[in-house]
């Protein structure tokens, strides 16, 4: 027969065995917390998926902008969303928001997103911090928020992008991480390409147009030359 164990053998081993199960519940926990992780990702990934269903569908430019201002907060859960489209052709500024107050302070909202971006005709996508915000003349009481701001030059754009939580509401909201931070990154992308897909097919359709008109008004000068035995004259 084995020799019995002693007390302080039988100790030793229970300590062993508390530190192995100590060891798998930590191990445990950590999949628990990486599978919620992955879970929470795929849902947000599935809400922008949505979206950029939903934009590609309109047909108008204004109810892209508004789409994917309602994307803004409802894709990364936060507040509110903000898109601020300037038009260098145009000379023209339009606001497109989603969840947030924005009659009688849409100059000064603009002028707070102009304030965001560090440079004009660099790409910029970052997370706000309560800090960003100060003297802000309109979005002084934003608490946290991603941001991005892009001078297109080639669409003559300039675009800004914030998803935002208030100081009031922030305890309501979860905390913006990192990954969010890299699925707003696909976001902007996808905007980009989205705003770009638009305008490209505005001009084709415009080039359609101007053509048609140009057949149409050769026919009728060609109808007149057959049909007429006097002199022509083609004067603008």
Do not use: W
Not at 49 to 74: I, P, W
């Amino acid at each position: 027969m084995p020799d019995r164990l002693t007390h302080e053998e039988l100790k030793q081993r229970y300590r062993e065995l508390q530190l192995r199960v100590t060891r798998f519940s930590a191990t445990e926990q950590e999949l628990i917390n990486t599978r919620d992780r992955l879970d929470h990702e795929l849902e947000l990934y599935k809400r922008l998926h949505k979206y950029n269903e939903t934009a590609a569908k309109v047909t108008g430019m204004d109810d892209y902008f508004q789409v994917m201002a309602e994307a803004l907060a409802d894709v990364f859960d936060l507040e509110s969303g903000l898109i601020l489209v300037a038009d260098s052709v145009n000379k023209t500024t339009k606001l497109y928001s989603e969840s947030i107050h924005i009659e009688g302070k849409e100059d000064k909202i603009c002028n707070d997103l102009k304030s965001l971006s560090n440079a004009s005709n660099t790409a910029i996508a970052q997370h706000l911090k309560l800090e960003s915000f100060g003297g802000l003349s309109a979005l002084n009481s934003c608490f946290e928020g991603m941001f991005y701001h892009q001078d297109l030059v080639q669409l003559q754009k300039e675009v800004f992008l914030l998803g935002s939580v208030s100081i009031e509401k922030a305890p309501l909201y979860n905390q913006i991480l990192d990954r969010h931070y890299t699925i707003f990154k696909v976001f902007v992308q996808q905007f980009l390409a989205g705003l770009s897909n638009r305008i490209k097919t505005e001009e084709v359709v415009h080039q359609l147009e101007q053509i048609k008109q140009s057949q149409a008004e050769l026919r009728k000068l060609s109808l007149i030359a057959t049909k007429t035995k006097n002199g022509v004259i083609i004067s603008d």
